[in-house]
């Protein structure tokens, strides 16, 4: 491809609204051109990496017995409102009336045109398995489009429906499948993770994601880089580092005076212990209302994601009113000597304390729930406060002094922590995700009565899962993952052409202008994939493209690297170029990319 042809060339000035990286970079080296908050063109730069993405999608899903197919984007909403989701994904569905007023969707997922389609073929268990996909544009109503192409209102999406007679073929396919989705981002050229999912405080649906490792990324994981699987930091479990010995003799509780601060370290400090031997409490309020008290080592932190899976509500630190309501002092609360809840544990105790299951105590306190995390098992002696202004108690032991109504994993889980499986390192880092994988179980077969006879001759739903990969958004995600401050660095696999030609002083010099030309031709017959840079531009200005644009392997051809016989030859991801001989050139070229492309990709 001759650059002074290309339809998007490269524009000087960073688009004034970009948000990310993969939006400068993409806008301003020609690949995409927004239309509007998460719409965006493909110019053919772009089109070019999408297409080798999707070709390389479409090779994985094939060899897992995908067999491709095309569904409408357009759904009647009757479809939408059988599985309830009109309701459940209302915030995001973009609706539109037809002719005769019939109401549509322009569907952001694709369960309510599969389902009732596979129900047409699916009779006997002897047609099952079987796994679809398509390749297509979703819609889907951002509040908040941002990022680029990482999260569009259209976008392109790889989604991929399996259906199953068993609960065991289900999870044989799911497995073939991530190892397919992990095959996929390893040809894009990207380090991904499997990361089990949160799935939401309501959900227990069982899902994957896959994250892309990026310094820019929006969520934070934990990889275990021996066990090769990460963690999303909110639901991250790991080993404690534990310098506390269980062993430890049990000596009498005191009360102590203790004019101190509320932190943990000040009341550490205090009684000269470290901050893992005082006992900390954290009490929370319940977003449905109540409290609740959670206890943990001082050392560590209350993870509020994992306690409000553990409620099955939302949760925030409670205020000091509401701690003085219910006669807690902040920074010397604890769970001694507190009266106990009777009953409705997660539900916390009322403030105000005149529910039937919260007990008023004669000196004012009110009874509270607790919860603590594991980690306080161990310790012994801990310090804690009084639950009266400056008084504080050592030597407080679990059991003896106080109980606890459950133990929950409730920690936040950091790089100090070892891998809760083999116990090495944790390291903590930024990432993308870059796709995600469900059992959906018979939800949709119920819906839509997608049901098969088994072999003992019985009625059964069809067990389902669902698989997606965003296509446009890893064309960014892949930006995010690959770039320097001049711009992308495409891995060759998905890179818009393989070789960026430059012609210095071209149009003034007819040698140099030749052996260029020669160069693109005997590339162009090889089948190697070129952007040839002829234009009468300075050699800054080329350069800076090509860097921009991210092609793997930049050939200039000038009048000096001619005096040499030579061109030169420089990798975008290394900085030094080296010198290769003029009439070498073609056939060096056309060998390296023939070893580049390992992948197959097209
Ligand atoms: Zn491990």
């Given amino acids: ?65 995908g067999q491709e197919i095309a569904m409408p984007a357009l759904h009647p909403i009757e479809l939408w409102e059988t599985t309830g989701r009109t309701k459940t ?3 995001i569905l973009y609706r539109t009336k037809g002719a005769g007023d019939k109401d549509f969707v322009f569907a952001p997922s694709h369960e309510e045109a599969v389902t009732p389609l596979a129900a047409k073929s699916v009779q006997s268990y ?13 819609f889907r109503n951002e509040p908040r489009a941002k990022s680029g192409v990482l999260r569009g209102r259209e976008f392109g999406m790889k989604d991929m429906y399996s259906f199953h007679a068993t609960e065991k073929d289900m999870d044989e396919y799911y497995e073939r499948v991530k190892q397919a989705y992990l095959n996929v981002y390893e ?61 430890e003799k049990e000596l009498p509780m005191k009360e102590v005076k203790a004019e101190r601060g509320p932190s943990i370290d000040e009341s550490a400090e205090a009684h000269k212990v470290a901050p893992s031997k005082v006992l900390k409490t954290v009490v929370y309020a319940l977003s449905g209302g109540g409290l609740i008290g959670v206890c943990i080592r001082g050392d560590l932190k209350v993870n509020e994601h994992k306690l409000a899976h553990y409620l099955g509500s939302e949760v925030r630190p409670a205020s000091k009113d509401e701690l003085e309501k219910i006669g807690l002092v902040a920074g010397f609360i604890s769970p001694v000597g507190l009266p106990k809840v009777k009953g409705g544990l997660k539900h916390g105790a009322e ?7 919260v007990k008023e105590e004669k000196h004012g306190k009110t009874a509270l729930p607790f919860v603590a995390d594991n980690s306080i098992r161990d310790v012994k002696n801990f310090v804690t406060g009084a639950n009266k202004k400056n008084l504080d108690l050592v030597n407080v032991n679990l059991g003896t002094d106080f109980t606890i109504d459950d133990f929950v994993d409730l920690v936040t889980v950091d790089e100090s922590f070892g891998c809760a499986k083999c116990g090495s390192e944790l390291t ?9 994988i469900f059992k959906l179980g018979t939800k949709f077969s119920k819906d839509f009565d997608l049901h098969f006879t088994n072999d003992q001759g019985k009625r059964d739903f069809v067990i389902m899962g669902c698989y997606g990969i965003g296509t446009t958004r890893l064309v960014g995600t892949i930006v995010e993952a690959s770039h320097d401050e001049k711009g992308i660095i495409w891995p060759v696999s998905v890179a818009p052409y393989q070789v960026h030609l430059i012609s210095l002083g071209a149009q003034k010099d007819s040698e140099v202008n030749t052996a260029a030309e020669n160069i693109y031709e005997a590339l162009q017959m090889a089948g190697v994939e070129v952007l040839y840079d002829e234009r009468d531009e300075s050699a800054g200005k080329k350069f800076n493209d090509a860097d921009l644009i991210g092609l793997p392997l930049r050939i200039v051809v000038s009048s000096r690297t001619l005096k040499e016989k030579s061109v030169e030859w420089k990798l975008r991801n290394e900085t030094e170029g080296k010198l290769v001989k003029y009439t070498d050139a073609p056939k060096e070229i056309i060998e390296w990319v023939h070893d580049c492309d390992c992948s197959g990709a097209v």
């Fill in 1 to 65: 491809m001759r650059y002074s042809k290309l339809f998007g060339k490269t524009k000087l000035t960073t688009p004034h609204d970009s948000d990310s990286v993969n939006a400068k970079y993409l806008t301003q080296a020609g690949f995409v051109d927004k239309m509007a908050a998460g719409i965006y063109n493909f110019l053919p730069l772009g089109k070019r990496v999408l297409d080798k993405i999707v070709q390389i999608i479409r090779e994985e899903m094939n060899a897992v017995d």
């Fill in 187 to 247: 040809r894009c050229g990207v380090k991904a993770y499997v990361v089990e999912a949160s799935g939401g405080i309501f959900s227990d649906k069982i899902s994957h994601e896959f994250s892309v490792v990026t310094p820019a990324g929006e969520d934070t994981i934990l990889v275990c880089e021996k066990c090769n699987i990460a963690q999303n930091l909110e639901v991250a479990i790991g080993k404690v580092h534990n310098p506390e010995n269980p062993e």
């Fill in 89 to 91: 994904a209302d915030a």
């Fill in 428 to 436: 903590e880092t930024k990432a993308i995700e870059a796709g995600n």
């Fill in 126 to 138: 002897k047609d099952l398995p079987i796994s679809v996909y398509q390749f297509q544009t979703k």
């Fill in 351 to 357: 403030v105000g304390g005149d529910e039937k299951d």
